[in-house]
Structure formats: structure tokens, C-alpha cells
T-cell receptor, first 117, second 117 residues
Framework: AQKITQTQPGMFVQEKEAVTLDCTYDTSDQSYGLFWYKQPSSGEMIFLIYQGSYDEQNATEGRYSLNFQKARKSANLVISASQLGDSAMYFCAMREFFSGGYQKVTFGTGTKLQVIP | DGGITQSPKYLFRKEGQNVTLSCEQNLNHDAMYWYRQDPGQGLRLIYYSQIVNDFQKGDIAEGYSVSREKKESFPLTVTSAQKNPTAFYLC????????????????FGPGTRLTVT
């Protein structure tokens, strides 16, 4: 079963508008973490935002916010005031913790965002 | 500066040859990971390692092998048994036990684009 699901292969957004990228996850653990990464055409992975499963407040980093709905197991990324430089692939990922401090990170298939001038 | 080094950036090999991709980190991280990314696709976990001399198979380990003889190094060998090795390979690392104020993200190297003909 897929652990991280991103149902939007591609999205378009008008410059200066807000956009929401969807992510749902599946885990039976109580302790886990959720990330969003941006990957421009250069291939580098740029960390955007993190949400821990016990964090009560939604994470925010500048124009990025994570809409965390634990009961629904969703962790949507909201980008406000889109810029042309936001055009990239966006990946949602989940970290699962195991005893002894071990961890495994699983990625979704990504959403390609294109910002239109 | 601390970071992850992957070399070379581009690698070309003939079919039937084994090839080893380098990954070195000076972040003092315990956990290291290898991911494979095909064009327009997400990241798939090949192998990961939490400590020296120990590693676990990820979701697509067949045709690949790794070693973890030193904490800083986690080389990946793409063997001739890998049926479709042409892809973009990303190495990542994380601390074993996150510190209290850390965002716990994975740090990624710049990647190696492997082409096998």
C-alpha cells in the first residue's frame, strides 16, 4: 500500500495567487514526521517545511504553510503569493521512527507546479 | 561547509558493467539513504543505513548493493543485474536522534545522473 499519496500530477497557478498541493499519508504509528520538498529542474532537493505528528500548530515558513489534518491523514502544502520561481516539482514525504532512533523516509510521486505570469 | 558530496554529476556506462556511485557526508549524520528518481517520477528508496556496517533494503533494492564501512561514506553499486539502471540517483542523510530544535529534514546531495547504453 502506498504510504504517501499525491493525487495531482500537475497544477497551474496564476502568479501572485495561492495554491494548495495535496498530500495524504498512511501510517499506524503515533510518532511520525511530514515534509515537503521542492525540486527545480536542476534536480536539487530543497527542504521547505516540516510537521511533526505531535505538533498542534500548523507549520509555517515564510510563504509556505502546511495544513495538517491528523484525523484525515492529510498534510497539504499551501503556497501563498505564487512567484515564477515556484515552478518546480513538489514532493511530500513521511518519516517513520523506529526504536533506537532509526528512521525511514518515504516520498510521494510529486506534483509539478507551473506558475503562469 | 557541511554537506553531502556525490560524484560524478554525470556518469556513462556500457550495459553489463557494474558502476559505483559515491556519497560522502561531513555532517556527522548517522543515517544515510539512496534514492532513485526516473524522469517525472518521485523518489524511490533503494537502501538505507542507520549505523556503520548495517543497512536495510528499501523498496527497490534488486540489482543494487551498498556498503557502510565508515560513517561518512555510503557508496552505491549498480550491478549488471539491474535491468533498467538509467536514472537520477540521490543520496541523503539525517541525524539518528533529532535534536530538540531541529526540523529533522533529510539533507540531500546534488545527485548523479547515470546513463547506461
Amino acid at each position: 500500500a502506498q504510504k504517501i499519496t499525491q493525487t495531482q500530477p500537475g497544477m497551474f497557478v496564476q502568479e501572485k495567487e495561492a495554491v494548495t498541493l495535496d498530500c495524504t499519508y498512511d501510517t499506524s504509528d503515533q510518532s511520525y514526521g511530514l515534509f515537503w520538498y521542492k525540486q527545480p529542474s536542476s534536480g536539487e532537493m530543497i527542504f521547505l517545511i516540516y510537521q511533526g505528528s505531535y505538533d498542534e500548530q500548523n507549520a509555517t515558513e515564510g510563504r509556505y504553510s502546511l495544513n495538517f489534518q491528523k484525523a484525515r491523514k492529510s498534510a497539504n502544502l499551501v503556497i501563498s503569493a505564487s512567484q515564477l520561481g515556484d515552478s518546480a516539482m513538489y514532493f511530500c514525504a513521511m518519516r517513520e521512527f523506529f526504536s533506537g532512533g532509526y528512521q525511514k523516509v518515504t516520498f510521494g510521486t510529486g506534483t509539478k507546479l507551473q506558475v503562469i505570469p | 561547509d557541511g554537506g553531502i558530496t556525490q560524484s560524478p554529476k554525470y556518469l556513462f556506462r556500457k550495459e553489463g558493467q557494474n558502476v559505483t556511485l559515491s556519497c560522502e557526508q561531513n555532517l556527522n549524520h548517522d543515517a544515510m539513504y539512496w534514492y532513485r528518481q526516473d524522469p517525472g517520477q518521485g523518489l524511490r528508496l533503494i537502501y538505507y543505513s542507520q549505523i556503520v556496517n548495517d543497512f536495510q533494503k528499501g523498496d527497490i533494492a534488486e540489482g543494487y548493493s551498498v556498503s557502510r564501512e565508515k560513517k561518512e561514506s555510503f557508496p552505491l553499486t549498480v550491478t549488471s543485474a539491474q535491468k533498467n539502471p538509467t536514472a537520477f540517483y540521490l543520496c541523503a542523510s539525517t541525524p539518528k536522534i533529532p535534536t530538540g530544535a531541529a526540523t529533522y529534514e533529510q539533507y540531500f546531495g546534488p545527485g548523479t545522473r547515470l546513463t547506461v547504453t
